[in-house]
């Protein structure tokens, strides 16, 4: 039994239901990562003991740790660890960008010219009008 699980149990002792929570939400990625079934029902007894004790938050708590204990635990029994249950695919996303587009890390125009470079002159014009206008005013 971890240290965390220790502490949890003596939390639980105590009365600090949320303690008990915390530490118990703490250690089940780590035994769900690990595929420890030992520790993940050690984490599923105190979290039914939070659930028939503590007050009503501690209980919803409890019982959403214990819904996430059961998933992570196959109904065949032996946890295997969560690296070797997951199967996924990488698929390239967004939109390809032609090299002849970039130019010194800057996206440019059809002319060549660098839109962020347009945008800044641009934005700093309209603050330059802008104060023109106010200070005829």
Do not use: C, Y
Not at 93 to 112: C, H, M, R, T, Y
Not at 113 to 124: D, K
């Amino acid at each position: 039994m971890t240290d965390a699980l220790k502490q949890a149990r003596k939390a639980l002792a105590r009365g600090a239901a949320d303690e008990t929570l915390v530490l118990l939400w703490h250690e089940l990625e780590a035994a769900r990562l690990a595929g420890d079934e030992r520790a993940l029902r050690t984490i599923e007894r105190l979290a039914g003991q939070v659930a028939g004790e503590g007050d009503e938050g501690q209980q919803r708590e409890a019982e959403r740790l214990l819904e996430t204990v059961r998933g992570a635990v196959p109904a065949q029994g032996g946890a295997q660890p969560a690296t070797l249950q997951l199967d996924g695919e990488v698929h390239q996303a967004g939109e390809q960008i032609e090299p002849a587009d970039v130019a010194d890390g800057e996206l440019v125009g059809k002319s060549g010219f660098p839109i962020g470079t347009l945008v800044w002159v641009l934005l700093i014009a309209a603050v330059v009008l802008i104060n023109l206008i106010g200070q005829d005013r």
